[in-house]
T-cell receptor
Framework: DTGVSQDPRHKITKRGQNVTFRCDPISEHNRLYWYRQTLGQGPEFLTYFQNEAQLEKSRLLSDRFSAERPKGSFSTLEIQRTEQGDSAMYLC?????????????FGQGTRLTVV | SQQGEEDPQALSIQEGENATMNCSYKTSINNLQWYRQNSGRGLVHLILIRSNEREKHSGRLRVTLDTSKKSSSLLITASRAADTASYFCATSEVGGGKLIFGQGTELSVKP
């Protein structure tokens, strides 16, 4: 499977715990995006990388959220001290930065439930 | 915050009918894209229309873009039950590097 891979697919955690999600993009893609999606809503932008550089981070993103892409390949998204409001689907996408017309390829997402 | 506003929020039609979904946005864009999402799954790219294009076709999909009105429409012709999904528009802003998604239209096609 050469698509975007996310792990785990589902995560249930207790409030206050830390969680980490992983995303493996399509191998030749050097842009990687993280989005959050709650039920009935569109994906909300969190952050994106070009290679290992984090180019933009949403102002709405709490400082409990951190993302890394240390070698410009896979990425991790960590949420510290989880809250019930963090329950959502976390989506990763990747793309080629060919000009300005980018098609993003999405993974299946990680569904987080904070209890 | 989301840029796109989609209309309608939900649409229910019979198989064989056409489905039209609309999207409005606020800023200058490089392109507008439409994605499909089946329940609980990731998003699948359907079609991209550049800011200098007015209409684009792909199979049963027809997308229009009116940059003067900052709006786009997605038409699915001869719908099938398998088209049941949520459809999202996403814009790539001028000077930006990310896609900004609308709230989506939930399409239900009844056999």
């Amino acid at each position: 499977d050469t698509g975007v891979s996310q792990d785990p697919r589902h995560k249930i955690t207790k409030r206050g715990q830390n969680v980490t999600f992983r995303c493996d993009p399509i191998s030749e893609h050097n842009r990687l995006y993280w989005y959050r999606q709650t039920l009935g809503q569109g994906p909300e932008f969190l952050t994106y990388f070009q290679n290992e550089a984090q180019l933009e981070k949403s102002r709405l993103l709490s400082d409990r959220f951190s993302a890394e892409r240390p070698k410009g390949s896979f990425s991790t998204l960590e949420i510290q001290r989880t809250e019930q409001g963090d329950s959502a689907m976390y989506l990763c996408a990747s793309s080629l930065p060919t000009g300005i017309n980018l098609e993003a390829f999405f993974g299946q997402g990680t569904r987080l439930t904070v209890v | 915050s989301q840029q796109g506003e989609e209309d309608p929020q939900a649409l229910s039609i019979q198989e064989g009918e056409n489905a039209t979904m609309n999207c409005s946005y606020k800023t200058s864009i490089n392109n507008l894209q439409w994605y499909r999402q089946n329940s609980g799954r990731g998003l699948v790219h359907l079609i991209l229309i550049r800011s200098n294009e007015r209409e684009k076709h792909s199979g049963r999909l027809r997308v229009t873009l009116d940059t003067s009105k900052k709006s786009s429409s997605l038409l699915i012709t001869a719908s099938r039950a398998a088209d049941t999904a949520s459809y999202f528009c996403a814009t790539s802003e001028v000077g930006g590097g990310k896609l900004i998604f609308g709230q989506g239209t939930e399409l239900s096609v009844k056999p």
